[in-house]
């Protein structure tokens, strides 16, 4: 089970968060990502906890300007990103080029999309892990796992028809222990939250709740 | 065997050339299709080629100011548009968008990708065609097809690894008979040009040449 | 007082409102132009209306696919183009270039912006006309210069400050003769209209109120 | 006399460059910034430095993933923001909202353009301060301000007319301090440099020549 915590750019504090969360992580052996803004990397993996980025560019080194390359992340402590967030979508081109970044600068990769024939073709570019975020249900509290089962466990089955060993994460209003055990019911290995942890008052409490029901 | 002779925004007569193809598609019963400016869909459509767009937006009918809608395409005579061509690279969401927008309209899709990865990722999307095209190699007068034989039967071979009622096209430096031939040999159902059409002086000895030397 | 209809990619007929255009234009001796989609351009010009384009893009002949080319449109009968509509914002540099590829092509410009800062932006770039929208007034049937007057008087007094060659008009929401009367008070040369015109049963009779009343 | 050096994508050692404009900056009481990757703002802020962004993005506090926000980057150290880099073009409507964003988080900005109508189309935005870089001279060694002095000197003067309070800085090919006192004879209240500082063996060294031969 795996669970990235995306920060977005809300005004939160994304040290306190970290913190919550490597503690959460220790506590019972869960496997815990935060995801902060990028200038927010440094301050969160120095909190120690699994820091990974919400993007990065399809760049090597050289000249490119207001654009985020994968070894300066990985440099700053991030160990991951997230690619094309359904607020973050991205060409087709450039997905391919962002996963090949990540994997030069020692990055893992979980690529988002929309729904299951999109979850296919992402697969299809051999990231380490795939996610399945209905847009429309983001940011809603209402869980995925609840709300459309089925586009979770036909993605599971449209990225296993491609490549077996590319794990699938969900998400997209996922917010108690309850949902992520939904989520693993319909094949999904790990989830993806944002505002559940973030906009919440007592982050660890909720943290908990999501690793230690399951 | 398909042909799709893409006519860009080069400075042709889109006219000319479709009745050349036209006149050729039925001498030799062979499949030829001419992509003009979305402007000149309706006149090129007139000559009795086959016309395709060379791009269609994901959207539907509404508030869309300069975007081109399938429906719009459709009605102007065009029976199939291209996707994701390397000179317009789409988000993944809009390419997954563009082939149903399509599909609604009754285009069939040729989407296009630079590499077999890419191509894998298309295909599962589920358009009527996919074609490789390797940009490097585009409008260089040295064919994909004997200048990096194995992108091509990569690409075949990914695209039936995801779904084999998908046929794999390829492009780039094609202008001969015998680079089609080549293109065959390894797995093509058919070949995109352009300059190799659009900028010769005599663009019916062009295409007679590819279509009877197979 | 130049009227400019944009059919946006609305379920329409293009060539009814078209020919229902060039009539009241005739009969009031009012300027209207008609902006369909770009596969729409040689029918709604053969009806004998003023035709523009909703959008050209930044491109000279050349190998561009899935653009529209300024000379294409020109071809097909356009007159005149929109640019940077709030529904296709471009970059900076693009309108530039669009402007650029328009005047190369004979095509007037209109550059559409959606506050007084952006207008004097687009001003000092010396298109034909600039057109101030709200974006949050577009398609809700307010007219902008009702409910946000001030927002025309300034875009007026800002492209003023930069260029007072540039005439200004005004889009959002206006739907009669008197929104048009309204906006002429406050400063503007025109009206950019949509669903006012191309969403009702008789286009005819609102581009007489709209043109007659003033 | 303003210098902003931009790391761009550099396989450089931000530190290193930071800390020699920081102590270059109080030998001489010159004002140096510079600009890292986002990932980096925070360690070479810590060098003392003037620490500027590269880019941020038009969003406010929210649900927007993969996006720089002004106040994150403020919070990391950053003073200023560069927006509209010829490498990472920005549409017109963000580029307003980048300044708005800037402004709402105490950031300085300074927008770059191709060229002197583009310029003074953002000094219409009211940022700061200006850039004119012409993008075929960026990276060359030919210094804009010897290679076509006249876009600099007409830069200067069409940001003038539009707004006298706004300084026009320049860039493209600076890397000597006669570079940019041909630069400040021309109009210009200072540089951007990149290369010229980033990938040579002793930035110390041009630094110094750049704010002391002045």
């Given at each position: 089970m795996f669970v990235v915590v995306n920060l977005k750019s809300y005004a939160c504090d994304p040290v306190e968060i970290a913190s919550a969360a490597a503690d959460v992580a220790d506590d019972v052996d869960a496997r815990i990502a935060v995801a902060p803004q990028t200038a927010h990397i440094e301050r969160v993996a120095?909190?120690?906890?699994?820091?990974?980025?919400?993007?990065?560019?399809?760049?090597?080194?050289?000249?490119?300007?207001?654009q985020s390359l994968?070894?300066?992340?990985?440099d700053a402590g991030a160990v991951g990103t997230l690619l094309n967030h359904s607020e973050r979508r991205l060409k087709l081109a450039d997905i391919d080029g962002g996963i090949h970044a990540a994997k030069r600068a020692?990055?893992?990769t979980v690529v988002c999309a929309n729904n299951p024939a999109?979850?296919?073709?992402?697969?299809?570019?051999?990231?380490e892990m795939v996610a399945v975020e209905p847009?429309?249900?983001?940011?809603?509290?209402?869980?995925?796992s609840h709300a459309?089962?089925?586009?979770?466990?036909?993605?599971?089955?449209?990225?296993?028809?491609?490549?077996?060993?590319?794990?699938?994460?969900?998400?997209?209003g996922i917010s108690t222990g309850d949902d992520v055990d939904a989520a693993v019911e319909l094949g999904s290995e790990g989830v993806l939250l944002a505002s559940g942890v973030a906009k919440v008052d007592d982050p660890r409490a909720?943290?908990?709740?999501l690793v230690t029901n399951e």
């Amino acid at each position: 089970m795996f669970v990235v915590v995306n920060l977005k750019s809300y005004a939160c504090d994304p040290v306190e968060i970290a913190s919550a969360a490597a503690d959460v992580a220790d506590d019972v052996d869960a496997r815990i990502a935060v995801a902060p803004q990028t200038a927010h990397i440094e301050r969160v993996a120095s909190t120690g906890v699994e820091t990974w980025a919400q993007h990065v560019d399809s760049i090597e080194h050289g000249s490119h300007t207001g654009q985020s390359l994968a070894e300066s992340v990985a440099d700053a402590g991030a160990v991951g990103t997230l690619l094309n967030h359904s607020e973050r979508r991205l060409k087709l081109a450039d997905i391919d080029g962002g996963i090949h970044a990540a994997k030069r600068a020692g990055l893992e990769t979980v690529v988002c999309a929309n729904n299951p024939a999109q979850i296919g073709a992402v697969t299809a570019l051999s990231p380490e892990m795939v996610a399945v975020e209905p847009p429309e249900l983001i940011g809603t509290g209402t869980p995925v796992s609840h709300a459309d089962p089925d586009i979770v466990s036909e993605a599971v089955r449209t990225a296993n028809g491609v490549d077996e060993s590319v794990p699938v994460l969900c998400g997209a209003g996922i917010s108690t222990g309850d949902d992520v055990d939904a989520a693993v019911e319909l094949g999904s290995e790990g989830v993806l939250l944002a505002s559940g942890v973030a906009k919440v008052d007592d982050p660890r409490a909720v943290l908990t709740d999501l690793v230690t029901n399951e």
